[in-house]
């Protein structure tokens, strides 16, 4: 047990290692072009400030209209960026910033990145690609095995045909979660008889052969907006994605799915897509998939599963369970830019199907040729970047292993941070973690016992000064640089669905260790002394005092 435990704690320090330690020299990585790739994280450090200046300042140095009529040296431009752009820049990569889905990066993918960037490589299109191609058709075959688990012959039949895709890279989840709604609703609404289908004869033709009153997505409450923006272009209306109750857990409650889907069923609606959640941005929970599953089934829909964050946890042997039903999907979107430690930019729509991405087909003379291998032809975007190269480098160099060791990591310290926020007493965990997201918010502990027995509207008053007092604490942190944490709103059942602010957390940055977040409390707790909060609170303790008031008379 002893030996097993010293092997998985020098392979976390060997991961640690490519997030801080660049190759040496000598190395074929270590030699493209060291100096700049070592100093880059020190001019970062160097350079980012840590007092937030107001944007309206930062916006005077960005008026300008005129495009300069002379060149002028690199040296004055890279000075301007320094100065005026990289100050005043986020430092997403410290490991005090977790408020967001971004973290530090291996150090790999600075170089790989300058490589890509100077082959400058067009996967619209064979021609202005060539191993790029294959090389994207190998990462989302890889992908695709993660989510179906599919045998080697499937892969091997599939991987490489012209004819067919395995999935879709895209610049990031929306595009992912618009590209799978596409295919669905081209899917639904394709060729039949005299009907020509919905590429071609447009949304009204469809509707009428289908003869319904138009087509339906529903989700959670919790979902991400781009499905809001998915229904909108592809002629759906906002008003027909319905946004489906969760229950305690902030999963979509599956009772409310089912009335929901047999109402707009006898309104005559076409049910198009059922889209499940696995790791919701606010809150990080993982919708009940198995059971979305069966009931697409049984509706016969597409079922898409938005796995942008949460997808990775399947690299892990102990959490992948939570993602279970998940091989059910038709789709399911992953970001690599989140939970795959590679740059922004670089989404996934994977399918079950080898042939649904047909359903959504175009091509061009000049270009997009029938029966070429571009994967162009399967795109809503066009010219694309080889993003394909660095999944390809993380998947290759942190390896399965590499990556289960990091998404253990993250929930760990996730359900670490969440006992530490539950034990400490001028806190409230209000959501406690299913992957690696938490929420809470500064709650004393004088107070927490009042709401325990204040009456609704009591309860009600106190949220709306504790609301203030979130978003003040969140605006300073901000501020001061020292820490971040995001913040948002939520309406817990122990509040009967009213809505209030809290404090959100990411942990993914593996740099992020749990004396970090003891400070990250440490400073909210400093922060809720200062004098300009004491007049909210004195209003607590009136509020408070007029609960023990109202409790004796009773």
């Known amino acids: 047990m002893t030996a097993m435990k010293d092997s998985a704690q020098a392979n976390l320090e060997n991961l640690y290692r490519i997030f801080t330690v660049p190759e040496a020299p000598e190395s074929t990585l270590g030699s493209i072009d060291q100096a700049i790739t070592d100093n880059l994280a020190g001019f970062l450090q160097e350079h980012i400030v840590a007092v937030e200046r107001d944007l309206d300042e930062i916006e005077a140095d960005f008026t300008r209209t005129d495009i300069p009529e002379q060149p002028s040296f690199v040296s004055d431009y890279t000075e301007f ?109 394709g060729p039949d008889g005299d009907f020509q289908g919905i590429a071609q004869q447009g949304l009204f033709a469809a509707l009428k052969h289908l003869d319904c009153e138009g087509l339906v997505v529903l989700a959670s409450r919790r979902a991400h907006y781009s499905l809001g923006k998915a229904v909108d272009l592809l002629g759906i209306g906002r008003d027909n994605l319905i946004a489906v109750d969760t229950d305690d857990n902030s999963r979509i409650d599956m ?190 502990s004088w107070l927490q016992s009042v709401m325990a027995q204040a009456p609704l509207d009591k309860v009600k008053e106190i949220n709306l000064i504790l609301d203030q007092i979130t978003q003040i604490i969140q605006k300073e942190q901000r501020e001061a640089g020292k820490t971040f944490v995001s913040r948002t709103r939520l309406e817990p059942a122990r509040y009967h669905g009213e809505t209030i602010t809290v404090f959100r957390v990411v942990l993914a940055n593996p740099l992020t260790t749990d004396e970090i977040l003891g400070a990250v409390l440490r400073e909210q707790c400093e922060l809720a002394q200062q004098e300009g909060l004491q007049e909210r609170f004195e209003a607590l303790r009136t509020l408070a005092a007029s609960c023990r008031v109202e409790r004796v008379a009773l």
């Open 255 to 444: 009772r409310q799915l089912r009335n929901h889907c047999s109402r707009v069923q006898s309104e005559g609606k076409r049910i198009m897509a059922l889209v499940g959640i696995a790791g919701t941005t606010e809150t990080g929970n993982v919708d009940p998939l198995e059971e979305m599953a069966d009931l697409a089934e049984e509706l016969g829909c597409h079922f898409h599963v938005d796995a942008a964050w949460g997808g990775p946890t399947l690299f892990s042997d102990t959490h992948r369970w939570r993602l279970r039903g998940i091989e059910r999907a038709d789709s399911v979107t992953i970001d690599a830019h989140k939970q795959l430690y590679v740059p922004m930019g670089a989404g996934m729509v994977l399918f079950k199907d080898p042939a649904a991405l047909s359903a959504i087909e175009h091509h061009a003379a000049y270009i997009l040729r029938h029966g070429s291998k571009d994967l162009g032809s399967h795109t809503l975007e066009g010219s694309r970047p080889g993003k394909a190269l660095l999944v390809h480098a993380g998947l290759s160099i942190i390896g399965r292993r590499g990556y289960e060791l990091l998404i253990d990591q993250g929930i760990t310290r996730a359900q670490t941070f969440a006992d530490r926020v539950s034990t400490h007493p001028d806190f409230e965990l209000v959501t406690a973690p299913e992957l690696n997201i938490l929420t809470y918010r500064y709650n004393p």
């Open 81 to 189: 960026v320094k100065q005026k752009l990289v100050a005043q820049s986020v430092h997403t990569a410290s490991p005090g910033f977790v408020g967001h889905m971004t973290s530090a990066m291996p150090y790999f993918m600075l170089p790989l990145s300058r490589i890509m960037i100077a082959l400058n490589q067009n996967l619209v299109k064979v021609e202005t690609s060539k191993a790029f191609t294959p090389l994207e058709r190998q990462v989302l075959a890889m992908l695709n095995r993660l989510v179906y688990n599919r045998d080697d012959a499937f892969y091997q039949r599939w991987i490489h045909d012209s004819q067919s895709a395995l999935g879709a890279f895209c610049s990031g989840g929306t595009i992912a979660n618009i590209t799978a709604l596409w295919t669905a609703r081209n899917r639904l609404c």
